[in-house]
């Protein structure tokens, strides 16, 4: 069993940035992991994923902007969020596919205007 950890989020202002981690409690090296958003009364949302051989993808409301990478000797998937917006407000998942998917607890992020 995988488990997942999310730290990072909070309340910035439009423009600002911030950075969300993700540790797992095992290694994934050999796991593709990435990140979901969901906002109030929206479906959960894929914002960033990245593959074991690091390529990556992102939607194009957040290309440009959002960075995702891993740490393989640390456990740990980051999301780099910067120019962020108030659309941007919403819960942020981690997730690691293995033998199924395992999903973090969420953080929040909130972006004022």
């Known amino acids: 069993q995988v488990q997942l950890v999310e730290s990072g989020g909070g309340l910035v202002q439009a423009g600002g940035s911030l950075r969300l981690s993700c540790a797992a409690s095992s290694s994934f090296t050999l796991y593709a992991m990435g990140w979901y958003r969901q906002a109030p009364g929206k479906q959960r949302e894929l914002v960033a994923g990245i593959t074991t051989f690091d390529s990556t993808n992102y939607p194009e409301s957040v290309k440009g902007r959002f960075t995702i990478s891993r740490d393989n000797a640390k456990n740990t998937v980051y999301l780099q969020m910067n120019s962020l917006k108030p659309e941007d407000t919403a819960v942020y998942y981690c997730?690691?596919?293995?033998?199924?998917?395992?999903w973090g607890q969420g953080t929040q992020v909130t972006v004022s205007s």
């Open positions: 997730y690691l596919d293995s033998v199924g998917r395992y």
